[in-house]
């Protein structure tokens, strides 16, 4: 399913929300296996996810001065699960140059993605995309019993 990662990381890449809307299924949940960071523990929902989650990123940049996920490689693609790394470049409204690096793990079933667990430097996120900003309140906190949401989709 790695098509599905790619086109995933394009729509990220250039900001394209209808193509992302068509990848994401309903029920996805996003996992951020981290505590006490801006982006700990599960959000589930698509509506979450683009309502909540993605304008607390996003809403930290200006797109002219950032790419997220400018650049990708599959690690590995079992079918139902895809492993990639991301990186970004560019610089948050912070000023701080964010250039990030995501591990991310993706459930894909029926051609969308399902679910999510994307690992990242927190301090490097909290300093220099963050600053200040407030938590996002989490469905449930992180923990390992987090995986049963990824295995369950």
């Known amino acids: 399913m790695s098509h599905i990662v790619d086109q995933f990381y394009d729509a990220v890449r250039t900001g ?70 991301a990186q970004n470049c560019g610089v948050a409204m912070t000023g701080n140059a964010y250039e990030q690096t995501y591990l991310h793990i993706f459930k894909i079933r029926d051609g969308q993605i399902q679910a999510l667990i994307e690992g990242f430097d927190t301090a490097l996120a909290n300093t220099a995309l963050w600053g200040d900003r407030e938590a996002l309140v989490p469905n449930a906190p992180s923990s390992l019993t987090n995986l049963t949401y990824f295995q369950e989709v």
């Open 16 to 85: 394209d929300v209808p193509a992302m809307d068509a990848l994401i299924a309903e029920g996805f949940c996003l996992i951020c296996p981290t505590q006490n960071h801006v982006l700990s523990g599960v959000y589930q929902g698509k509506q979450r996810f683009f309502e909540e989650v993605l304008p607390h990123v996003f809403g930290c940049v200006n797109p002219d001065e950032i790419t997220f996920c400018a650049d990708h490689q599959i690690v590995v693609d079992t079918g139902e699960v895809t492993v990639a790394m």
